[in-house]
């Protein structure tokens, strides 16, 4: 069974800092990897999204690494601002079940 | 890309009474998908549904619970019934077109 697993749970910053969020998961065997930024009580917005066959995708100041071997990937926000405080969510598409599985979160304050 | 709206936005209601949610897309999609997210707790995915056939339940979540419609390629409805305090969640439509897209979610509290 898939499970994917988001380290730290949250995180607290000043602005300007480069952060990382880590996202592990258990079983290789998917499609892509996605990761997501949630506003309290809003939707998800898509910010990256990583094929299996791919390494990383870069957005502007946001990267994405994957290795699927290892099953994990990581979110690399560089020059941090209060504007990106918000929850990031990981979630693997499984081959296996063709469904997507998230990960719990971490919720980011970026202090000014 | 695909615009996701759903209604309500957000709903406070009674134990016992039902509510339907509503998700339009802006285009047609074969399958869309509603999750339920709890309080301080991430997705879980309730059901699948695609035109012309029932939809498809995750472990512990029943149609009696969770009626779903799919009219047609651009909408679909999720009822949640006989509301508890437990039901109180953000309730999500979305669709896949190569990335996953989410509608803005529907806050539903129970009293």
């Known amino acids: 069974k898939q499970e994917v697993t988001q380290i730290p749970a949250a995180l607290s910053v000043p602005e300007g800092e480069n952060l990382v969020l880590n996202c592990s998961f258990t079983d290789s065997a998917i499609y892509n990897l996605q990761w997501f930024r949630q506003d309290p009580g809003k939707g998800l917005t898509s910010l990256l999204l990583i094929q299996s066959s791919q390494r990383e995708q870069t957005s502007g100041r946001l990267n994405a690494s994957l290795d699927k071997s290892s099953g994990r990937s990581t979110l690399y926000i560089a020059a941090s601002q209060p504007g990106d405080s918000a929850t990031y969510l990981c979630a693997v598409y499984s081959s296996n079940t063709g469904k997507l599985i998230f990960g719990q979160g971490t919720t980011l304050q970026v202090k000014p | 890309s695909a615009v996701i709206s759903q209604k309500p936005s957000r709903d406070i209601c009674q134990r016992g009474t039902s509510l339907t949610i509503q998700c339009q897309v802006d285009s047609q999609v074969t399958m869309m998908f509603w999750y339920r997210q709890q309080p301080g707790q991430s997705l879980t995915l309730i059901a699948t549904?695609?035109?012309?056939?029932?939809?498809?339940?995750e472990s512990g979540f029943v149609i009696d619970k969770f009626p779903i419609s799919r009219p047609n390629l651009t909408f679909s409805t999720l009822t949640v019934s006989n509301m508890s305090p437990e039901d109180s969640s953000i309730y999500l439509c979305?669709?896949?077109?190569?990335?996953?897209?989410f509608g803005p979610g529907t806050r539903l509290t129970v009293l």
């Open positions: 549904a695609n035109q012309g056939s029932e939809a498809t339940y």
């Open positions: 979305s669709v896949q077109s190569q990335v996953q897209f």
